[in-house]
Structure formats: structure tokens, C-alpha cells
């Protein structure tokens, strides 16, 4: 338990939104938008996937670590996307 009431977990995912930052040709970006798709379908949270060649300041941010995901523009993770947090970071 990591100490929070639950009356603040039962937060809905209303005004979340998950961006999929991926590059073209990219293996573990298909992975990425699967559970993205998944999950984000599960609860109803809109998803949007940016690629990277096409944003210089993207390129520069992320281009170690695609793919990367977002939670309200925050960066949730990179590499392999584990559905149990995202859904975690969604609906907490």
C-alpha cells in the first residue's frame, strides 16, 4: 500500500490522455501502441502517437529511448510499455 486513502484512487481517467512517441519501422513501437490501444480502450482514454522524425524537439528529447509514452505529457515510460501500470497510472 503506498500509504494514499482510497478515496483518492478511485480518481476516473476522465481528461487523461497517452502519447505514444514512436519512430516508423520500429518493433517495439508497434508493441507499445498494442497495450496502448488495449488499455486505453479498456477505460476510455484518448490515445495520440507523434513520430519522431517529424518533431526536431522530439528527436532531441527522446530519441534514446523510443518508444516513449506519455501520461498528460509527463513521461510514464520508454522501451516496453507493461499494461498493469499503465492501467495503474490511468486510474489512480
Known amino acids: 500500500m503506498d500509504g494514499m486513502s482510497p478515496l483518492f484512487r478511485r480518481k476516473s481517467p476522465e481528461g487523461r490522455v497517452v502519447t505514444l512517441i514512436r519512430k516508423p519501422g520500429c518493433h517495439l513501437c508497434d508493441d507499445a501502441q498494442l497495450v496502448i490501444e488495449k488499455v486505453c480502450g479498456d477505460l476510455g482514454v484518448p490515445w495520440e502517437g507523434k513520430d519522431i522524425t517529424e518533431d526536431p524537439r522530439l528527436h532531441d528529447q527522446y530519441w534514446e ?4 509514452v506519455l501520461v498528460d505529457g509527463r ?4 522501451w516496453r510499455v507493461d499494461e498493469q501500470r499503465l492501467r495503474k497510472a490511468l486510474t489512480d
Do not use: S
Open 75 to 78: 513521461q510514464h515510460t520508454f
Open 65 to 68: 529511448q523510443i518508444p516513449v
